[in-house]
């Protein structure tokens, strides 16, 4: 099972920009994660917060749960479970 809870979603009107945050709960770990969106189009950029805190994620995993955070960003819930 894996959890994304977005934290935070703010928007930043001085840059015209989106910030967000939150954790992934994945095999029993949780891990970290932010966000943003500037707006020109080119979508949300997701970037786990330290490296070392996804270890144990293979890269494809990691690329998969990345775009699925990216795809949670754009609905208005906090928390989705797949």
């Given at each position: 099972m894996l959890t994304i809870i977005i934290d935070s979603k703010h928007h930043r009107s001085q840059f015209d920009d989106w910030l967000a945050g939150g954790t992934v709960e994945y095999k029993g770990r949780t891990h970290y994660w932010h966000a943003q969106n500037s707006n020109y189009g080119f979508g949300?950029?997701?970037?786990?917060?330290?490296?070392?805190?996804?270890n144990g994620i293979s890269e494809d995993e990691s690329n998969?749960?990345?775009?699925?955070?990216?795809?949670?960003?754009?609905?208005y819930r906090n928390e989705y479970v797949f």
């Amino acid at each position: 099972m894996l959890t994304i809870i977005i934290d935070s979603k703010h928007h930043r009107s001085q840059f015209d920009d989106w910030l967000a945050g939150g954790t992934v709960e994945y095999k029993g770990r949780t891990h970290y994660w932010h966000a943003q969106n500037s707006n020109y189009g080119f979508g949300w950029e997701v970037e786990p917060i330290t490296e070392e805190g996804w270890n144990g994620i293979s890269e494809d995993e990691s690329n998969k749960i990345i775009k699925l955070i990216e795809t949670c960003l754009y609905e208005y819930r906090n928390e989705y479970v797949f």
